[in-house]
């Protein structure tokens, strides 16, 4: 969401005298900034924070130099603090929270209520079918992963289609045990064997031939189970072995959602004869203010053709590459229209074992049948009107959280520019991606990136780096799955 920030949040730029001492805080993970008014820090760099001006951005010291950054990659010098009081430091809760948060994530995905939104899910099953069936000659006699293997539906298409030597059915959520059931009552036990636990202490009998998995998120990489997926592939699948899904994309285009911004927006214009505008900015807040899950991008919607922004091959990913993915974009306005947001959704694709095979793929995008995880709308705070020919160029950037595992930061920086002497504009927005509603997620706040003076329309400049024409703004959005 896009939204100008009130210039009184620069006076800690301008006036350094601070009402409270400031507090020591130690970088947990790097921090590159994203404009002039930000701080850039690397893990262990201790920060002095002079004021929190939000729940997730503060304005900080650094080597004598001042900026604002964010509150989730900081944390507090808790022995220094201690030991200048005098007390003796009290770890106890901090050591009882889970980075990862297994409780929750394992807990929903024991229940039947996702394996049936997933089991539901035609052109997602189907597609594993397929892949199974297709390279079923080739598969006989291997031994085979199901990652995440849930209700066990890809482990026994397996069993049934392609006669494996075994198949090694993994499972850390409780619906590991209704899973062995349907095994046997599937009379496929000689076959596959149901392992019950987490992938990263797993023990198998031996290496495999082949590790298939379903680990895709929202906006790709949401959840991480990927990490779980690579560790398990560096400790069991053989030298030559074969990944499925092989590879990858992260798609994005800009795109028209006119429904949506009315249903939220226009309906304050006029309710029963009554002038309800005042609560627009409040519902811009509410509505806008995170990325819209299971959306459905009609096709006619679309104002470019759509691009991989990221691109994975998973024999060569490494964990640490999660850390941060970064991919660029350049969209040609195919047609005038309303520029609303951006849509993004994934691809995956399953090679073949066999030479000269097609390889089949697995598309979420409004191309393609639609699954459970349709497509994931960025809304921008206001629209902007685009003309056919002006060209959407920019960076996506995906951050992994320091300390919650499972979560990230998604950014997208953007600017419009046109081959007419009509200018460009530039933007920025960061949205937070997190896994369930509690203390440690981030409330929505707005930080400047830079204080500028034109608004959202274009203007009349050939440099965006270094002209002091343009605003540029980052917001925080928070997500919660369970």
């Known amino acids: 969401m896009f939204k100008k920030v009130d210039d009184s949040i620069r006076m800690h730029q301008e006036d350094e005298d601070y009402s409270n001492p400031p507090e020591e805080f130690i970088g947990l993970s790097d921090f590159t900034s994203c404009g002039s008014d930000q701080l850039s820090f690397r893990a262990g760099d201790r920060l002095l924070v002079h004021t929190k001006t939000s729940a997730d951005w503060w304005w900080a010291e650094l080597g004598g130099l001042c900026g604002y950054v964010p509150s989730s990659y900081l944390k507090q010098d808790v022995e220094g603090s201690y030991l200048k009081q005098g007390v003796e430091e009290d770890t106890s809760e901090e050591t009882s929270e889970d980075p990862w948060q297994d409780e929750e994530y394992f807990g929903s995905y024991g229940t039947l209520r996702l394996q049936l939104e997933m089991l539901s899910d035609r052109a997602r099953t189907e597609t594993y079918r397929q892949v199974i069936l297709t390279n079923s000659a080739s598969l006989r006699g291997k031994v085979v992963m199901d990652l995440g293997c849930g209700t066990g539906v890809i482990s026994l298409f397996c069993a049934r ?24 009552q599937n009379g496929c036990e000689e076959v596959v064997t149901v392992f019950q636990g987490r992938a990263e202490e797993l023990e198998l009998p031996g290496t495999v031939d082949i590790l298939i998995s379903e680990w895709m998120g929202n906006c790709l990489l949401f959840e991480f189970m990927v990490e779980s997926v690579l560790q398990a592939r560096d400790r069991w699948l053989r030298e030559g072995g074969m990944m499925w899904p092989s590879g990858a994309s992260l798609c994005l285009v800009p795109c028209q959602a006119l429904d949506y911004y009315t249903e939220r927006m226009g309906f304050w214009e006029q309710p ?27 096709p006619e919607d679309c104002l470019a053709t759509p691009c991989d922004v990221i691109t994975l091959d998973m024999l060569t990913l490494h964990v640490t590459d999660l850390e941060k993915l970064r991919g660029q974009f350049t969209f040609i306005v195919e047609k005038a229209g309303t520029f609303h947001g951006f849509t993004s959704w994934f691809r995956v694709q399953f090679q073949s074992l066999e030479r000269d095979k097609t390889t089949l793929e697995l598309d979420t995008g409004p191309f393609s049948e639609p699954t459970h995880w349709k497509q994931t709308l960025f809304m921008l705070d206001g629209p902007i009107s685009l003309l056919g020919g002006e060209t959407v160029s920019g960076i996506i950037l995906l951050h992994r959280n320091p300390v919650w595992r ?16 009509t200018g460009n504009c530039m933007a920025s927005i960061l949205y937070l991606l997190g896994v369930n509603c509690n203390s440690h997620y ?41």
Not at 161 to 184: C, D, G, M, N
Request: glycine share 2%.
């Open 161 to 184: 289609l392609a006669q494996p030597k075994a198949v090694y059915a993994v499972e850390a959520s409780s619906i590991a045990e209704h899973t062995e059931t349907l095994v046997r």
């Open 272 to 298: 029963y004869g009554l002038d309800f505008t005042a609560l627009q900015s409040l519902a811009q807040s509410e509505f806008f203010s995170r990325p819209r899950f299971s959306h459905l991008l009609q």
């Open 406 to 421: 499972r979560h990230m930061t998604v950014t997208i920086q953007w600017r419009i520019s046109s081959t007419e002497e």
């Open 442 to 482: 981030l409330k929505c706040s707005l930080i400047p990136i830079s204080d500028r003076r034109c608004g959202m329309l274009p203007v009349k400049n050939d440099s965006l780096s270094n002209s002091p024409l343009f605003t540029t703004y980052l917001q925080v959005y928070p997500f919660y799955t369970y």
